[in-house]
């Protein structure tokens, strides 16, 4: 599991982040690696998400790296975003678990079932930064925000 060197205060939420590439040997962490950089490393969710980003070969790790995850970060909000086979994975996890990953945080999810460089989008940013704004208004108020607040 890795995670961007980034101040826990200084952000609104974690994303959690499973490429298009699962991971199948010690010579593909390499790209793996250096995809995840350029897709979420370009500055896009600096102040908005710390990225954590496990290397995951099947739905056993992935429910470990979560477990670990939830053991050691399980008091802030999160995201899934998630690519190809790794989307995939995610979108199964949510699934099973919705309403307990809810409870626990889960803010939104963003999923494709395509593996390509520019998934990662400035609305996904937005959407994130308002995910995060209306649950501190909930909060804080006990009520959602109105739409007049929000923007929408």
């Given at each position: 599991?890795?995670?961007?060197?980034?101040?826990?205060?200084?952000?609104?939420?974690d994303?959690?982040?499973?490429?298009?590439?699962?991971?199948?040997?010690?010579s593909a962490v390499a790209g793996i690696t250096a995809y995840v950089r350029s897709e979420v490393g370009k500055g896009k969710f600096t102040g908005v998400a710390r990225v954590f980003?496990?290397?995951?070969?099947?739905e056993e790790d992935l429910d470990r790296a979560l477990e670990w995850y939830f053991d050691n970060c399980g008091d802030r909000w999160f995201v899934f975003v998630g690519e190809g086979a790794g989307?995939?994975?995610?979108?199964?996890y949510e699934e099973r678990r919705s309403d307990e990953l809810r409870e626990m945080g889960l803010l939104a999810s963003f999923y494709t079932e395509n593996s390509h460089e520019g998934f990662v989008?400035?609305?996904?940013?937005?959407?994130?930064?308002d995910a995060v704004a209306a649950r501190r208004y909930r909060e804080q108020w006990g009520r959602d925000m109105p739409a007049e607040a929000s923007g929408k």
């Open positions: 599991m890795r995670e961007d060197a980034v101040r826990q205060f200084s952000v609104g939420a994303m959690i982040y499973l490429q298009g590439v699962l991971y199948t040997n010690v980003a496990p290397l995951v070969a099947c989307g995939a994975l995610l979108k199964a989008k400035d609305w996904m940013v937005r959407a994130v930064r």
